[in-house]
């Protein structure tokens, strides 16, 4: 299924924007059979989607809560901090449903993506290669932009492989 890209702004989508100033939604070469607008996004990333249109197990998954693009994410996407969700989270846990899996980096974010089915994560769109397939992309907040840029300068010095020191 061909999936357009989109890119989310606010409350609106919007044409084009730096890649550097971006978070490419990702997935693995075969990305699951769902429409990725909006608010099918959200709706993936707060587990209220658990299947894609042909069954199969959607496993969205966040950076930690402390990460400066996991941030940018749920305030782009969510409109609320990572903390403002956890009253979310609390409550959805009674029902059996836990939140999204969390990855220590990007790099980690982009192995699981690639090598899970159905999984789907986010990076800084410099971060993105050919392992995976970008299904949208978000508009960083403005306040925000500044730390996402430093996140791909550091990339492009390091020759796009992450240290872990």
């Known amino acids: ?25 990702v997935t693995g070469p075969a990305s699951p059979t769902i429409a990725f607008d909006r608010s ?17 197990a959607l496993v969205p998954l966040n950076l ?7 941030l940018a994410f749920s305030l782009s996407l969510l409109g609320e901090r990572p903390e403002a969700l956890q009253r979310y989270w609390t409550e ?5 449903i836990s939140p999204p899996y969390s990855v220590r980096s990007q790099e980690a974010m982009l192995r699981f993506v690639t090598e899970t089915p159905g999984a789907i994560g986010y990076v800084v769109s410099c971060r993105v290669d050919s392992r995976v397939k970008v299904v949208a992309k ?6 925000l932009a500044s730390p996402l840029h430093q996140l791909c300068e550091k990339t492009e010095k ?8």
């Open 158 to 165: 390091e020759g796009g492989v992450e240290r872990h020191d």
């Open 138 to 143: 978000l508009a960083v907040p403005a306040e």
């Open 40 to 56: 099918t996004l959200q709706d993936i990333f707060l587990k209220r989607i658990r299947v894609d249109d042909a069954h199969a």
């Open 92 to 96: 959805r846990y009674f029902h059996g």
């Open 1 to 25: 299924m061909s999936h357009a890209l989109l890119l989310l702004a606010g409350a609106g989508w919007v044409g084009v924007a730096c890649p550097d100033e971006t978070i490419a939604v």
């Open 64 to 70: 930690s809560p402390t990460d400066p693009l996991r």
